[in-house]
């Protein structure tokens, strides 16, 4: 029992901070921690334009897993399971996914499994091998996420509903189009066009900025891939390491000109939302005890993550309700984590939930969001681990959250903190 | 306030003291080293003279005390919550070693109860965030209730032995009934959230407010279903158990710093008192008597009076069960245990 936690304890009754002493506890390092001892991710590229549009999300999945091995040198037979985040391939591209662990360089010995919960899938997959580590089941895994919207993007994606279904009201809004609900919320939120332009905006503006200082270096690993010309339909192969979807020179005013996409006298156009995307991520996690045993270089700690339900037709207010859980799990407080890392599904209700929770703006994705660089539905999740640990790092920061808004209503959130 | 009583804890700050439930003339002080960071315990039995206040017995534990509670059933023995996460119990007419250790509690052990009705169990509350239901014949717990984050205080019911109420830092007051079933509740039939605003609009004064962890509570002696709660937010409220989201029923504000611990008044139904780490010793009465308006809303409980006579946290009070009533004994960590009669902040001399 510590003297330091009996005094910061006592400390914060006094302070009446009701996290106080919660940052100290979080810092502290012990041996059934789950850590992160390697994170990273494919370049982000445009749906079916971009360096990975005709490259299959298993062959994306296959680069970055093999870019883990590399980074890492774990030897491949100790991860026990990976877990790999998929919104649109049929059936969540099980198949596929456990070969592309072949490709990477892993032995039969390693699991894998596919899994979706719609836009948390990559963050779902990490917090599901945490806790499978925590529990016992496994002690080495990766929570991963690997999407191709150029390939697996269209409306098959959901059954028609049955007459039951239709007679319950909330039932048929699961069906609502994301645009639509999205629209609906920022008309009666009165979250105004110009504040959504003027957020949009300062995504491109942080990506452009971070992007030209290199700072999205640590976290890209460059994967090879064979891309077809749209005019000559010849194949060439290339390495694509770099986000393509980052525009230089938007500005509020700029993005004003956009028509709106869902409605006439909308508010939401393709220059504030989020942009379809291709790319994988990967995170390799494991029990602190067995990284030292094992000489990982440790770069992160996973803390806790929430899960939430909201009405399906405010999906967007997600973060809202799922970033305090995760906090309250955390032992913390919003004052006490350093960056959050908020997918910017849409300008309007990533602004919503940072203004109903008063975050600070400079503590929202510093380095820009979906909005710039794109949000491959499955991958985010797990993205966002790798760019909120390396900018940690970089900045000298410790604890960071991630969360996202999910379609048919749901939140998801965790916290993490760099080491 | 002259008729006050003074015993001091030399090297030892207290952490709690009670009254035995047996004799007017019995005290025991749970006390630890260095302020309860680093260091050892000490249980102090005191026994009130014509010479003043007499140690009977100290009992040494090798780590700090942080409550302790006396035996229903046997007079001479009291149990002790330790800040290794261990219980001990200690009988006064027998030397340095405790009767029986209890020690499932992961992280420190910070309050333990009496069941006052049918005397047979106690329970103890922990930062682990469990509170455990044990007989003092057996070494293992009989129960344990997961709460989930640091349990600062836990009680049972005056008049029901099976009902159990659990205080802690996520501002919530839980309360489990041992007769429903296990079920994946365990045990847990209701949850108030101690500051959240009420369902029904609010009164005077806003009820609710940010969450603070909440540290001392206790039940209403008379009205069984009334409960009082404390801690860092400095309010005390009540709150009505068959209602628990609606909100508190009196507030008392005035403690300057954290509510430590509160304990209603064994002879009136409307009294209560608190130690604060304001040093301070507030007595309270909660306006429950007074005649309810036309809409329900949380009111304004009246301070009567002010003891200030502590020069630290106050971290300890009990009332006296004997006598006239009023008597009290407060202890803090200006290393004192003082005895006074709470009907002289009424009517001082």
Request: with cysteine; net charge neutral.
């Amino acid at each position: 029992m510590s003297a330091v936690a009996r005094i910061s304890q006592i400390g914060g009754q006094i302070s009446g901070n009701p996290t106080a002493g919660g940052r100290e506890k979080l810092l502290e390092k012990h041996p059934d921690d789950v850590v992160v001892t390697a994170a990273c991710r494919t370049a982000f590229t445009k749906g079916g334009k971009g360096g990975f549009k005709d490259t299959p999300a298993g062959d994306l999945l296959a680069g970055v897993l093999k870019a883990v091995l590399e980074r890492s040198k774990i030897n491949p037979a100790l991860v026990e399971d990976i877990a790999v985040g998929n919104v649109l391939a049929p059936g969540a591209g099980a198949t596929e996914f456990r070969a592309a662990a072949f490709v990477a360089g892993f032995t039969e010995d390693t699991a894998v499994r596919a899994l979706n919960r719609q836009c948390s899938s990559g963050l779902q997959a990490c917090i599901d091998v945490a806790n499978q580590i925590k529990a016992g089941m496994i002690d080495i895994g990766i929570g991963a996420g690997a999407e191709s919207m150029s390939l697996n993007y269209g409306p098959a994606a959901v059954s028609e509903f049955s007459d039951d279904f239709q007679q319950n009201q909330e039932a048929v809004n699961c069906k609502v189009p994301m645009g639509k609900l999205s629209e609906d919320m920022a008309k009666d939120l009165g979250i105004s066009r110009a504040v959504q332009d003027d957020f949009a905006a300062k995504s491109y503006q942080k990506a452009v900025k971070a992007q030209k200082a290199g700072l999205f270096k640590d976290e890209i690993a460059p994967v090879k891939a064979k891309v077809q010309d749209p005019k000559t339909e010849e194949w060439k192969e290339v390495i694509v390491d770099r986000d393509d979807g980052m525009r230089d020179g938007i500005t509020a005013e700029s993005l004003a000109k956009i028509r709106p996409a869902f409605a006439k006298d909308g508010s939401i156009h393709a220059g504030n939302a989020s942009q379809i995307s291709d790319g994988a991520a990967a995170v390799l996690l494991m029990r602190r005890s067995t990284a030292e045993k094992l000489g990982q270089q440790i770069i992160g700690k996973y803390v806790a993550g929430a899960v939430v339900g909201v009405k399906p037709l405010l999906m967007g207010q997600g973060p809202w309700k799922a970033i305090p859980k995760a906090l309250e799990k955390a032992g913390i407080s919003k004052d006490d984590v350093d960056i959050f890392e908020i997918n910017e599904a849409f300008a309007s209700q990533c602004l919503w939930c940072a203004n109903q929770l008063e975050i600070p703006h400079e503590k929202i994705n510093p380095k820009g969001g979906a909005i710039a660089f794109g949000h491959p539905l499955g991958v985010t999740g797990a993205r966002q681990v790798s760019t909120l640990l390396y900018e940690l790092k970089r900045t000298g920061k410790k604890i960071g959250n991630t969360s996202m808004c999910i379609g048919t209503g749901m939140g998801m959130s965790a916290v993490w903190v760099a080491e | 306030m002259a008729a006050m009583l003074e015993f001091r804890t030399q090297g030892y700050n207290p952490y709690a003291v009670k009254y035995s439930p047996y004799h007017d003339s019995r005290i025991a002080v749970g006390t630890a080293a260095n302020f309860g960071i680093v260091g050892n315990g000490r249980l102090f039995a005191l026994a009130l003279t014509a010479q003043g206040i007499q140690v009977e017995k100290t009992f040494d534990t090798n780590d700090a005390i942080y409550d302790l509670a006396w035996s229903e059933i046997n007079e001479n023995q009291l149990v002790v919550a330790c800040g290794d996460g261990s219980l001990k119990l200690f009988d006064i007419g027998l030397r340095e070693f405790p009767v029986m250790i209890f020690h499932e509690h992961k992280r420190e052990a910070f309050a333990t109860a009496w069941n006052p009705v049918t005397k047979d169990n106690f329970i103890s509350s922990s930062w682990d965030g469990t509170v455990k239901i044990w007989s003092p014949t057996r070494p293992f717990s009989i129960t344990t209730l997961p709460i989930g984050s640091c349990t600062y205080s836990a009680s049972y019911c005056p008049s029901n032995p099976s009902l159990i109420s659990a205080a802690s830092s996520d501002s919530h007051l839980r309360l489990f009934d041992l007769r429903t079933p296990s079920s994946a509740k365990y045990h847990l039939v209701a949850t108030v959230p101690v500051h959240a605003a009420p369902s029904h609009p609010g009164g005077p004064i806003p009820a609710g407010g940010p969450p603070a962890e909440i540290l001392t509570h206790d039940w209403n002696k008379y009205r069984d279903t009334v409960i009082a709660t404390g801690g860092v937010d400095r309010m005390i409220r009540t709150f009505d158990i068959r209602n628990p989201s609606g909100g508190p029923l009196s507030l008392m504000h005035g403690h300057e710093y954290a509510v430590r611990r509160l304990t209603w008044s064994p002879h009136a139904s409307d009294v209560l008192i608190s130690a604060s780490y304001d040093m301070t010793v507030r007595l309270w009465n909660d306006a429950s008597s007074q005649p309810q308006g036309p809409v329900p809303t949380a009111r304004p409980g009246a301070q009567m009076g002010v003891m200030n006579r502590h020069t630290e946290f106050v971290t300890g009070v009990d009332w006296c069960l004997f006598g006239a009533g009023g008597w009290v004994a407060s202890a803090g960590w200006d290393e004192r245990v003082l005895l006074w009669d709470a009907n002289l902040l009424m009517h001082p001399r």
